[in-house]
């Protein structure tokens, strides 16, 4: 009994992954050993145990939430997850297929028929439908149109009508609005009318007759108002207010700025069109970030970690390309010097820490800028201001770890001179890095590119060939 026990609490302690992994392993097992058998008739696999097997498979998945499914889903190899996806309630569809990554999503909407598609959308608001449509059959989402009524096909019409990085495509028609002129007692009856309150509501919006937002209410000066006060008396004129047409990192930088919960979108009339939350901004921030950690490293895109080995190459192959190029021109850069090298073996035996220590700098500057970009926190102005900051940063951290290198080295070789040429050569390769290292993002801006987009890249390759070009400059310069 103690040892049932200690199994089912040492199973308690798994993640959700690791128990369906579990469970997966042991539904498998007997499936394996069935395709063992010589005997036609597969008994084994309708026996009671696979059915139990299947069975708390189920009910581990029931009790998930759909981003605990989504991320199960995403960790496992295309045919577990297809066995996995088939489990899932048909209601849980649609929520799943938004907490999947878009490479994921792919898959599993490749393996859903129309009517599966059609039927996953049921269960969701116009706002969420819209962000399935750009993954979606044409044929499909012709038939979503036709079975929504027609204030909600307005809805997701304007909803697909607006850029990805936009507030119209953060934005939420689920809202409660009251009027100025009634009292708190009448809007308390009418929320206790509803049988649930929109997701993330900390805010009433208080509109007139033409649906002009005047201010909000919180919920919380609703709660400890007096029942006889006008909402006119209670409600906020102060407010954040965002259009659907503003960038959606501006509104997230907003969201961070102000701790907001919730925010209202208007038209250019003021014209109350719906809201932006929090959780669709933290969503935002994420994509954000994975994405630029992806342009950074040179990938085109988002890639299912087991696509198929052809799907994966084609988003890598671009900048390993580039990436082949700048090697070249390295190499020749090394070539050029061949003489130099063939006098004094020991630069072939340096060379390497000037280019890593100045590509390992270069980067730390383009995080920093890449950054700075995303929060808007570089204009024109400041621009000048920071390459000259960036520029004494690197000259002190040349300065210092150039001396060690110098006396590493001196202690090495017994050189004084190839000590001196290796301090001179870290310092020049780490201002070299600074400079690039903020021109770099700063010019892809300017063309109207992501700033982070092969930025890794870049810095590596120039850092690395301005590195062994200053060496074995100055190698032959000063020491053949």
Do not use: C
């Amino acid at each position: 009994m103690a040892e049932a026990n200690n199994k089912d609490k040492n199973e308690s302690q798994l993640t959700p992954l690791q128990q369906i992994t579990y469970q997966l392993r042991k539904y498998k097992l007997v499936e394996g050993f069935v395709n063992l058998q010589d005997q036609a008739n597969h008994e084994l696999t309708e026996s009671s145990v696979q059915k139990q097997n299947l069975a708390e498979l189920q009910a581990l998945l029931d009790q998930l939430h759909p981003a605990d499914i989504a991320h199960i889903l995403e960790a496992l190899p295309l045919e577990d997850r297809l066995l996995i996806w088939g489990m899932v309630k048909a209601e849980h569809d649609g929520d799943v297929l938004l907490e999947a990554s878009d490479a994921v999503r792919e898959t599993l909407i490749t393996d859903m028929g129309s009517h599966e598609l059609i039927a996953a959308t049921e269960y969701l608001d116009t706002d969420e439908i819209a962000d399935l449509a750009p993954n979606l059959p044409q044929e499909v989402m012709d038939d979503v149109f036709q079975s929504l009524p027609i204030t909600e096909r307005e809805q997701l019409r304007a909803a697909m009508s607006y850029p990805e990085d936009s507030v119209g495509a953060l934005m939420d028609f689920d809202v409660l609005t009251i009027r100025e002129d009634v009292r708190m007692e009448v809007v308390l009856r009418y929320l206790r009318r509803l049988d649930e309150l929109p997701d993330h509501t900390d805010q009433l919006f208080v509109v007139d007759r033409n649906e002009q937002l005047k201010g909000v209410l919180l919920i919380n000066k609703l709660l400890v108002s007096d029942p006889d006060t006008l909402v006119s008396d209670a409600m906020s004129e102060e407010m954040i207010k965002l259009h659907p047409d503003d960038v959606a990192k501006h509104a997230a930088n907003a969201f961070e700025r102000y701790d907001l919960v919730s925010a209202s979108v208007i038209d250019i009339n003021g014209k109350l069109l719906g809201r932006v939350t929090v959780n669709t901004v933290i969503d935002f921030i994420r994509e954000e970030a994975e994405n630029e950690a992806l342009n950074l490293a040179g990938l085109k895109e988002e890639e299912d970690l087991f696509a198929p080995v052809l799907k994966s190459v084609k988003n890598r192959w671009v900048w390993l390309a580039v990436n082949l190029v700048t090697a070249f021109i390295a190499s020749r850069v090394i070539g050029v010097f061949e003489d130099s090298i063939e006098k004094l073996v020991a630069l072939a035996a340096l060379m390497p820490i000037i280019a890593g220590i100045g590509g390992n700098s270069g980067n730390q500057t383009i995080t920093m800028i890449v950054r700075a970009l995303a929060l808007e926190q570089i204009d024109n102005n400041s621009a000048w201001k920071l390459i000259a900051k960036e520029i004494g940063v690197s000259a002190v951290n040349g300065l210092i770890w150039g001396t060690v290198v110098g006396l590493f080295t001196y202690a090495i070789y017994q050189s004084a001179s190839l000590g001196l040429v290796m301090t001179m050569a870290m310092i020049l390769n780490l201002l070299l890095a600074a400079l690039l290292g903020v021109l770099i993002p700063l010019t892809l801006r300017k063309l109207g590119r992501d700033p982070a987009l092969g930025s890794s890249v870049m810095i590596t390759a120039v850092t690395d060939s301005g590195g062994f070009f200053i060496f074995l400059s100055l190698a032959t310069i000063f020491l053949l």
